[in-house]
């Protein structure tokens, strides 16, 4: 029987806010172990949480930047359960009254364009961190707890079922990152766990309506992981399909060195959290006139950034999609651009060898080595014919170690381009009388032959010589 | 015995009947309420008529490490120590 994955990911991001959720204390990432914790984030009886307004002023804009409808009535709730991390025994979340419901984004995954509905967003704490005595959580015989991390103010993002591949659940989970870096709520370090996502997946046949039983794997912070543990959960429920078998709901952990998922609880139904109302915290009242407000602050978002990068230099759909996917690569490709450098060459050496580069130093591309400004006046050496689009390789393998300006490297390391016509007539006469052969196939009809040639007179001039000179004068003195 | 576990208390096998039957006159005392009429009452949620009760952005001393592991009852190496956190599976 084919199958069809149904996938929903819950999306969790900390706020990029200066203090916790309900109380001071700071959210500085890495601090000592329980050093960020007073008697609010701690539970102690008798204390009283106060909303920090910044919260809900980037819970409203997420909403908004995700074409949410924004409550204008919302309020928090208890959400009882029994786990260390929290040392009050509830979380501090929403219920049924979220910040902002009812949104969508849209998605490019193979050419294809597809909407994904957003369920809610609601504004919660996060839960402290525990480090396990033994090797993993289920051969602990204790656990530590450090409670810098209770309180850090999370939005919670909650999908529709609305995604059919790991690739569409990638896609998704990219699209809400862009968009959180660009209202700039959220510092969205992955590695940080600032934005880590929970997956349910399910399978039903093909054609069919109804949901199948679906199982969820929590936390996954990297989108390989995401890919990865999807496809093997996929696979998995397959298998125990086809075998007759039925798939139970729970929760499973995702182990990356071993590529599997494995069983870890029985899914508690949304009842055994015995939601109540907060009644330390009144409700959240926000006018239309204030969300409007909101919406008009908001900067320009990665579609409509796509869509101008399109209709103003022409880029394709795919590369705006790319260079849009991250704030930072936005503002890398408009800081090239600003130099006069052609747009199609600024994406094509920003997808090409700036981010290869990026990526085998694992370095971001705020703090690259070679700065916008600098790409976009390398990329004008070779409009203006100064150096060739292969030299260009090695000046921007130079200037990658090298802080200075691209002009000075190519002179430097005399990589000027041979444009004079006399100088790479030699070496062509030279590559002639070498290759008789390749001469003798071009004039009895093998046009190719003529790129072997081209070939060796690029190898003879170090690739210096103008490939466009060198093809003219190949092929008028071939013809002679 | 769900309620029981849910709320991490332990429950002899003996005293679910007494425990039952003390759960039920409380939950059908609550009863006595579904029978006002509220056709014309708003749903309330709080008590008090307050609401947007806000905090600015701007961090406060945090405890010392020392004072917030006071209470612990037990901890090591400056964290909280707890048993093994999973159930038996």
Redesign the interface.
Known sequence: MQYEAVIGLEIHSELKTNTKIFCGCKTTFGAEQNTHVCPVCLGLPGVLPSVNKKVVEFAIKAGLATNCKINEYSKFDRKNYYYPDLPKNWQTSQYDLPIAEHGFVEILVDGEKKKIGLTRIHMEEDAGKLVHSGTNIKDSASSNVDYNRTGVPLIEIVSEPDMRSAAEARAYMEKIKAILEYIDVSNCRMEEGNLRADINVSLRPVGEEKLGTRTEMKNINSFKALEDAINYEIERQTEVLEDGGKIVQETRTWDPARGVTLSMRSKEDAHDYRYMPEPDLPPIVTSKEEIEAYRKSLPELPDARRARLESEYGLSEYDATIITSSRDMAEYFDGVVATGADAKQAANWIMGDLSKNLNADSIAIKDSPVEAKRLGEMIGLIEKGTISGKIAKQVFAEMWKNPDPPEKIVKDKGLVQITDTKAIEGIVDEVIAKNQKAVEDYKNGNKKAIGALVGQVMKASKGKANPQTVNQLLAKKLEE | MHVAS?S?LRVEESETESYQAELDKIISYMDILTSVDTANTPPT????P??????????????S?EL??S?APDE????????????E?
């Open positions: 849910l991490r949620t709080y008590a008090l307050m609401e947007n009760v806000f905090r600015d952005d701007v961090p406060k001393e945090s405890l490490r917030a592991l209470n090591e190496d400056g964290y909280f120590k707890v048993p093994r956190v999973l159930e599976s």
